[in-house]
């Protein structure tokens, strides 16, 4: 599994890098704060909601913590989606956010 750090993402997002991010928290969590880029698909709707997604794109997935993020990711790549976890999720996340 492809892995990117909270401060990698950070610093492609400020060199203008357009990213394809899927936040899996749920919505609670998501109230707190969200990268601004970040798409929110709850963990427990990825499966029912993946026919959203494009598999030519890559997608970064987030959550607090990274291993959330790391069964998402998983599972999509099972699905035929590229995707990187980013590790250490939004505990590690010194960006801005949306509320």
């Not at 928290?25 to 109230?31: L, M, N, S, T």
């Not at 997604?53 to 993020?69: F, M, P």
């Not at 099972?78 to 801005?96: A, K, V």
Request: proline share 2%.
């Amino acid at each position: 599994m492809k892995e990117i750090s909270a401060n990698e993402v950070h610093n492609l997002l400020e060199s203008g890098k357009k990213l394809n991010i899927i936040d899996v928290r749920e919505d609670e969590e998501v109230e707190q704060g969200i990268i601004p880029e970040a798409v929110h698909i709850p963990l427990g709707q990825v499966e029912s909601r993946m026919n959203e997604l494009d598999k030519s794109k890559e997608y970064i997935i987030v959550c607090r913590s990274g291993r959330r993020s790391a069964n998402a990711s998983e599972f999509l790549q099972i699905h035929g989606f590229e995707t990187t976890n980013m590790t250490g999720g939004m505990l590690e996340w010194e960006g801005t956010v949306e509320k």
